[in-house]
């Protein structure tokens, strides 16, 4: 332990040493002087100033306060909606006004804006001038020859300098077309060329910004000698979205705006800085508007003028991101002898989280929201937890399988050593057979009839199956097998297969101790009783369970894939729940003590899943469970794509009935469940459950969300909510790759159709947890197996390719309409792909099902060798393998 101990401490320090090495310090010139003029807007909140966000006198007297140590004077933008109130308490504190006047396309608006702008530079001596407009031409809100007159009236009446506030290509291109309109230019309409210059907006890096500035400025004062000339809005954002080179930063709007006002001083420019404060309720400008202050909402500066430019939150951010990561590391203490390089991957993902934590808390403390930015934001986090916690679980399997012990329940491949005594009690094998194939059926009675094990006895109960095709030949089976073999048809039995189970039971010889579970299909190995058995001999030993597998694996492509995706749950997760006594039980290849049933209460009928419902209720009383991963017996894969699409529903919502039947069990002192055993099983139930259907659930939403991102300019955070959602994808695959080679004896043909296999019924798990939801209770569907079924002649995989389709083309549209080159919506384009995969996946074995290729005589015929180069396999394990030892069995599989 002191080993794992020292592992955490230095995962801690490395962390926070990765912090001290990354803190980004920055140099520039630094400003010790006033500020000539910053623009200014006295409004709070994220509400707009033309619907009901008012100015407050207190707080424009504080604000000015702040800013009359920072700069000589202010622009305003309007002299209407409370901003009149600006002037005169601006010359309380000594600070200069240059009165806006803002035009529009509204004649009323604009009337009073004019009036209201001369009567204050008519009633305060502060005004320094009056700005008619601010890029009223470059917004089409009036044509220049309109904006002249309405200039040539205010100069009229005041005694202060007018112009008006414009892009600075407007003013350059204005010459031309006043020449081509014949009309005076607005150059000379003016009492001094107020341009604004924003490299952002050009897409100029923070690198160029201030060379493109001194540029403007030098070629306007070339285009107008002799006039005054001033660069009436200069900044850069400190947050939001990048315009294509254009990145906003509180770095790069420190060390552009410093290196700007040095370089403007030098050569005596006139200037004006936008803004003073954020303006929260700017958020439509792009991403970037609440963000070009130099104090943020809350009127604190963002950054020194003097000094290194560093982030004076930093090393508030970097320990909410160690000391989480720290206290996320704690679980690992509840391993059970962890080994150090163990510990140190879950350490490193428990700071992994810690960072993303506290980046979420900075962008969270550095960001404004509307409320509908909030609520989005607020939704994907939510989302995202489950998402995290799931990625944890997966990356803790990881570090337990590749870097952990070996297993140590495990039942070795040679089984449980006998007894010295001979223990050999008595085992009642239950078959149950609802419209199964008959010869498929007589396979497994054959099989069980060459069991190595003296005391057995074999109930088959044949139930809902009037037609006597599918009976009378078990019937007449049975009989010539001998007297162990019991057989049973029973009509109208209620409570699906458990209804079944439970007449057998009834017919169960009474001093049966051991009842052993299997289904229609499968063909057992001679030796499943003879190995397993003993391990009954411990009283506390209730269940023993025997792994899935199928002899008809090489049917086709597809069922070579479907069957590599069952053993990876055989091979891996039970193996690692075993080791926490809380496997699940998968009803075939089943032995339960009968005590241990009877005290569970037996075979309940109100689940479609009742061997997981059983198993379950065995371990809540306490039993013991063992596991063994040597295969003991063969069953049949279903036949088509859609039998698998079913049995995979049926399996999922079962699941789900199971949590909602049990859930207050997990609950403290409800049961015999160990804190280990509520852990599996909540994050088994997750990491299923909760993992396919919050796919699909995000999926949809960022399918809706689309649009907004396309035509209404919000991005979606790359940090906080889609980089994390391609980490988990990135997770998942490793898990699935780096497991199935650390523990599935599958080739890489296979384990790659495994993993198509496993995301392709994304959409059916998630659609069983919805019906889950809003239903109690689903009919118990038969998995159709033994080729007894069809393939239907609908597309077993529809709405996963309209779900697909869409969001391939949400990808698209999102990159065609992203003019901006902004990378957050990129990454989000990238994410809809990865979201995409599962449902394409379905796609594609809906429709290899139905294409020549799924055949392995296909690849044998044209001569291709890529099923040998892929681990493709002509040879079909033989229906007679319950006849071969194990040895040989295995052997033929691998």
Same mark, same amino acid.
């Given at each position: ?704 969300? &689309? ?7 919000? =991005?979606?955070?790359?940090? *906080? /909510?889609?980089?994390?959602? $391609?980490? %988990? @994808? ?102 809809? &792909? ?7 996946? =379905?796609?594609?074995?809906? *429709? /290899?099902?139905?294409?020549? $290729?799924? %055949? @392995? ?38």
């Amino acid at each position: 332990m002191r080993a794992v101990v020292a592992a955490l401490f230095c995962v801690t320090v490395l962390h926070a040493a990765l912090w001290a090495v990354f803190r980004d310090e920055q140099t520039a010139p630094d400003f010790n002087g006033m500020l000539p003029s910053v623009s200014y807007a006295p409004f709070e909140g994220s509400a707009h100033p033309d619907v009901d966000n008012i100015p407050r006198v207190e707080k424009i007297r504080a604000d000015l306060k702040k800013l009359s140590t920072m700069t000589k004077a202010i622009r305003l933008y309007s002299s209407t909606g409370g901003v009149e109130l600006v002037p005169p308490i601006a010359a309380e504190f000594g600070l200069k006004v240059m009165l806006g006047a803002w035009i529009d396309k509204h004649a009323d608006r604009n009337e009073r804006e004019i009036a209201a702008a001369i009567d204050l530079a008519k009633h305060n001596s502060n005004v320094i001038g009056i700005v008619v407009g601010n890029e009223t031409i470059y917004r089409g809100e009036q044509k220049a020859a309109d904006l002249i007159e309405l200039i040539q009236r205010v100069k009229r009446q005041v005694n202060v300098p007018v112009t008006t506030g414009e892009i600075w290509n407007i003013w350059r291109d204005d010459l031309k077309d006043a020449n081509d309109e014949g009309r005076r230019s607005l150059a000379s309409s003016v009492d001094f060329i107020a341009a604004h210059v924003l490299p952002y907006w050009e897409n100029f890096t923070d690198k160029q910004a201030v060379d493109q500035a001194m540029y403007i400025y030098g070629l306007l004062r070339e285009i107008f000698p002799g006039k005054r000339i001033m660069i009436a809005e200069f900044g850069w954002p400190s947050a939001g979205y990048n315009l294509k080179n254009a990145v906003p930063g509180p770095f790069e709007q420190a060390s552009v705006l410093r290196n700007f006002v040095v370089r403007a001083e030098a050569v005596g420019m006139e200037y004006n800085i936008v803004e003073a404060i954020d303006q929260p309720w700017k958020f439509f400008e792009g991403g970037v508007g609440p963000y070009w202050g130099i104090l943020n909402a809350s009127r604190e500066p963002k950054f020194s003028w003097t000094g290194p430019i560093v982030d004076p939150d930093y090393w508030k951010i970097a320990t909410i991101a160690v000391l989480v990561g720290f206290l996320m590391s704690f679980p690992i203490f509840r391993l059970s002898k962890p080994t150090v390089m163990q510990s140190v991957v879950l350490a490193t993902a428990a700071n992994g989280v810690g960072a993303w934590v506290a980046t979420v808390f900075a962008y969270w403390n550095t960001h404004y929201f509307v409320f509908g930015s909030a609520f989005a934001l607020t939704l994907g986090l939510v989302l995202l937890v489950p998402l995290v916690l799931i990625a944890m679980a997966r990356i803790e399997e990881i570090a337990t399988i590749a870097f952990g012990r070996p297993p140590a329940r495990l039942i070795p491949p040679s089984g449980m050593p006998v007894p010295a005594e001979g223990y050999c009690p008595k085992v009642s094998i239950h078959i149950p057979a609802y419209f199964e194939p008959p010869e498929m059926l007589k396979q497994t009675l054959d099989a069980v009839a060459r069991l190595d094990y003296p005391n057995f006895e074999c109930v088959v109960i044949i139930n809902n199956t009037p037609d006597p095709t599918f009976w009378q030949p078990i019937q007449d089976h049975c009989r010539s097998l001998g007297e162990r073999f019991i057989f049973i048809n029973a009509e109208k039995v209620q409570g699906f297969k458990a209804g079944a189970l439970k007449i057998a039971m009834a017919r169960t010889a009474p001093d049966a101790e051991i009842i052993g579970v299997i289904d229609a299909d499968y063909a057992v190995t001679p030796d499943w009783l003879k190995d397993l058995v003993p391990s009954f001999a411990d009283p506390r030993v209730g269940l023993v369970q025997a792994p899935q597998d199928h002899r008809d694996g090489n049917r086709s492509l597809m069922h070579y894939a479907m069957n590599g995706e069952y053993a990876g749950f055989f091979d891996i997760g039970m193996v690692q729940r075993n080791e926490t006594n809380s496997i699940i039980v998968h009803g075939t290849m089943c032995l339960i003590r009968r005590a241990a049933m009877d005290t569970a209460g037996g075979w309940a009928g109100d689940t479609i899943c009742e061997d997981t419902d059983l198993g379950l209720a065995i371990i809540e009383q306490g039993w013991l469970t063992h596991y063994t991963n040597k295969r003991y017996g063969y069953g049949l894969l279903p036949d088509t794509y859609e039998a698998f699409k079913k049995q995979r529903h049926r399996w999922a919502y079962g699941g789900f009935q199971i949590v909602k039947k049990h859930w207050r069990r997990f609950l403290p002192g409800a049961s015999r469940l160990s804190p280990d055993q509520k852990r599996e099983f909540s994050l088994g139930w997750l990491n299923w459950l909760g993992a396919e259907s919050l796919g699909v659930v995000v999926a949809i939403l960022n399918l809706i969300w &689309v649009p907004v991102v396309s035509f209404a300019d919000i =991005a979606i955070p790359d940090k *906080i /909510l889609t980089l994390p959602i $391609i980490a %988990a @994808f990135l997770v998942s695959l490793i898990h699935f790759l780096a497991l199935y080679r650390l523990r599935v004896q599958v080739k890489v043909g296979q384990m790659l159709g495994a993993m198509i296999a496993a995301m392709s019924v994304q959409w059916t798990v998630s659609r069983a947890v919805a019906n889950g939801l809003i239903t109690d209770h689903l009919p118990f569907a038969r998995t159709s197996k033994g080729g007894l079924s069809r393939m239907s002649v609908e597309f077993q995989a529809f709405w996963e390719a309209v779900i697909g389709v869409l969001l391939i083309i949400g990808a698209i549209v999102l990159v065609a309409f992203n003019t901006k080159e902004v990378r957050e919506i990129n990454i989000f384009a990238g994410v809809l &792909v990865l979201q995409s995969l599962p449902f394409l996946s =379905a796609v594609a074995i809906a *429709i /290899l099902e139905n294409s020549r $290729i799924n %055949a @392995f005589e296909f690849w044998h015929s044209s001569g291709i060798r890529a099923a040998e180069l892929i681990g493709l396999r002509r040879e079909a394990i033989p229906a007679s393998v319950g006849s071969k030892p194990p040895s040989e069995v295995r052997q033929e599989i691998n």
